[in-house]
């Protein structure tokens, strides 16, 4: 059976590559340059989130309320000292925070150094959280109260024995905190008594940082800058063991990051290496497994 021969365009480009085939891979080489810079403006995403389906309501609305948060990601404070000593580790946060909340909305959403805030919010407003009974209770007296007083003033009170007990706001007070009050204020908060993210010795705190920081090249700019600030305030002064470790999602996002980058080059690495290394020991040829290495770099970098 004869086959018909290749179209002339094919066996002109079959004469070309075997007359020159040097011309032809730097052709190829030249073709690169436009796919590298397209290719440079790549990112990897390692967020699962990522994988969810843009069309979903339910993601939409997640990537929204996302977006008005203060942080997407945390970056961890650990202080840790020696011997205990929480009136320097307090100190120290005391100085830091202010400091990371200066870098500004670009970097820091917020800084959380303890549940001090938190304290004095409910302890001034505690009163707004009282239990429906607790609040009927009240209610009851105040009217029971009231209704006494209208009818002593305007003479038409039966019996003045049985009359209600006063009223004050201390009383009232009491009443709408109710018999769990006292209870209530002893067990409250005994995690972190003194208002702070410190252990019961005093050995080491924490401070939490959250940032809207994301990407390998800002999440090392942002290091660097808490970096400074810690620095800046000098831990030592408070402490000479004082020491300042770092973790939390932002660090371990940007080392699985990183992790994932590293396999995924060694691996490719590898792959077409071990592919290369097969076609010259097939052929024998060194121009060959350039041809073909050429030919492999140009598919990867345009797609």
């Not at 990522?50 to 979903?56: A, I, N, R, S, Y």
């Not at 009282?130 to 002593?152: F, I, M, N, P, T």
């Not at 939490?208 to 620095?231: D, H, I, N, Y």
């Not at 290394?277 to 345009?302: D, E, Y």
């Amino acid at each position: 059976m004869i086959h018909p021969p290749p179209p002339r365009l094919f066996q002109w480009l079959g004469q070309l590559q075997a007359s020159r085939p040097w011309a032809v891979l730097l052709l190829a080489l030249l073709t690169l340059v436009p796919a590298g810079f397209g290719a440079a403006g790549l990112t990897f995403k390692p967020d699962f989130a990522e994988l969810l389906p843009d069309g979903k309501e339910s993601v939409i609305e997640m990537r929204r309320v996302s977006a008005r948060l203060p942080g997407a990601s945390t970056l961890s404070l650990y202080v840790q000292t020696r011997e205990p000593n929480p009136q320097a580790l307090e100190a120290f946060v005391d100085a830091v925070a202010p400091r990371l909340q200066g870098l500004g909305p670009e970097w820091v959403g917020s800084v959380d150094a303890g549940v001090k805030d938190s304290q004095q919010f409910f302890e001034k407003h505690k009163l707004l959280y009282a239990g429906y009974d607790d609040l009927k209770k009240a209610h009851d007296e105040v009217v029971e109260r009231y209704d006494y007083e209208v009818a002593k003033a305007a003479g038409t009170l039966l019996d003045e024995q049985d009359a209600p007990p006063p009223l004050s706001a201390e009383r009232i007070k009491q009443r709408l905190q109710g018999d769990r009050g006292a209870q209530k204020a002893e067990k409250r908060d005994d995690a972190y008594p003194r208002g702070y993210y410190e252990n019961a010795d005093g050995t080491y705190a924490a401070v939490l940082v959250r940032t809207p920081v994301s990407g390998s090249v800002r999440t090392a700019a942002f290091r660097q800058k808490v970096e400074a600030v810690v620095a800046e305030v000098n831990p030592k002064r408070f402490d000479p063991s004082m020491e300042v470790h770092y973790t939390g999602g932002l660090i371990t996002s940007a080392e699985e990051y990183n992790a994932i980058v590293n396999d995924l080059a060694h691996v490719g690495g590898l792959g077409v290496l071990g592919v290369l290394g097969s076609v010259l020991l097939f052929f024998r040829r060194v121009r060959t497994v350039l041809v073909m290495g050429g030919a492999l770099l140009v598919g990867l970098l345009s797609t």
